[in-house]
Nanobody
């Protein structure tokens, strides 16, 4: 399975952007897909996750109420709608997918994901 993230770019603070993550080479009907991000000089951090089957979602506190993760079915892209962007949202955003069902408590755990995309740069100017 290969993941392709796209949709990044430059936006002013307060603006919006939508990232997409497309999977090829396979589809899992009950897996989880997540977005993580890594800013320069910082560790990779969890942003949002969606678990297909249950429709459960999880968000980092820093993006809750501003970002929305969505996915319709196993074959559709996973989207991350980002609104009210802040300069501190600047980072490389990575999408990740598990190969199967994972429990809710592990949605934020990067080790729970088996496949990773190459990342897309999001830059928010002040």
């Amino acid at each position: 399975v290969q993941l392709q993230a796209s949709g990044g770019g430059l936006v002013q603070a307060g603006g919006s952007m939508r990232l997409s993550c497309v999977a090829s080479g396979g589809a899992f009907s009950r897996n989880a897909v997540a977005w993580f991000r890594q800013a320069p000089g910082k560790e990779r951090e969890f942003v949002a996750a969606f678990r297909l089957g249950s429709g459960s979602t999880a968000y980092a506190d820093s993006v809750k109420g501003r970002f929305t993760i969505s996915r319709t079915n196993a074959k559709d892209p996973t989207y991350l709608q980002m609104n009210s962007l802040k300069p501190e949202d600047t980072a490389v955003y990575y999408c990740a997918s598990s190969s199967g069902w994972i429990i809710l408590s592990r949605l934020r755990d990067s080790n729970a994901y088996d496949y990773w995309g190459q990342g897309t740069q999001v830059t928010v100017s002040s």
